[in-house]
């Protein structure tokens, strides 16, 4: 039990990042502005977790989405017209073109963060890793602020790949937090397909 008690206390920064991410998700499915508090509250929880355990990259996140939480707050509180932003899909062409974006920045980044020193500011323990749930989150935040529906499977891909992830870096806040991601992913592709008939 204190063994439980000192992992929880050790670890606070990455549980109320996870409670507010799981609020994030929760109020994005239903559309509600409040996701977008809510991932700023989260992102900022999850520098101080992501900086205790060196994944540089995911602190660097953090910052985008704090962007891009910003972004979509504006985006949706605009006063609603005949240009309402409305759930769309994006063409095969532009999934190749952002994937293979994705992918070549993945790896410049993870080769990169290799030749960097344990006292840099972007040092990584998981360079390749950090590298690629870094780009591949960062891609469908960007899609979900233009309503894109493709971006739930994209966070569908990336939440597998991560909470496996964090089950071996023993960091099981985050694991459950991306386990629970794919549920939540999941719902939100089924909701806003139906929405969009």
Not at 20 to 31: A, E, T
Not at 65 to 89: C, D, H, R, S, V
Not at 113 to 136: A, E, H, K, V
């Amino acid at each position: 039990m204190i063994e439980l008690y000192n992992y929880f206390i050790n670890n606070i920064y990455q549980f109320l990042g996870v409670c507010f991410s799981i609020l994030y998700v929760i109020f994005s499915i239903r559309q509600n502005v409040l996701c977008w508090p809510a991932l700023i509250i989260a992102a900022v929880f999850n520098m101080f977790a992501y900086h205790l355990i060196d994944l540089s990259l995911q602190i660097v996140m953090q910052i985008f989405f704090i962007t891009t939480a910003m972004y979509g707050w504006y985006k949706w509180t605009q006063p609603k017209k005949a240009t309402e932003l409305k759930i769309n899909q994006w063409s095969a062409k532009q999934h190749i073109m952002w994937i293979s974006m994705g992918v070549i920045f993945t790896y410049a980044t993870s080769l990169i963060l290799q030749q960097l020193s344990t006292n840099s500011f972007l040092y990584s323990n998981y360079p390749f890793l950090d590298s690629l749930m870094f780009t591949f989150n960062i891609i469908p935040m960007y899609m979900t602020g233009r309503k894109v529906l493709e971006s739930w499977l994209y966070f569908i891909v990336i939440d597998i790949i991560s909470g496996f992830f964090y089950i071996t870096t023993g960091e099981f806040f985050f694991a459950f937090l991306f386990f629970c991601y794919i549920g939540f992913a999941c719902s939100g592709y089924i909701t806003w397909k139906k929405e969009m008939k």
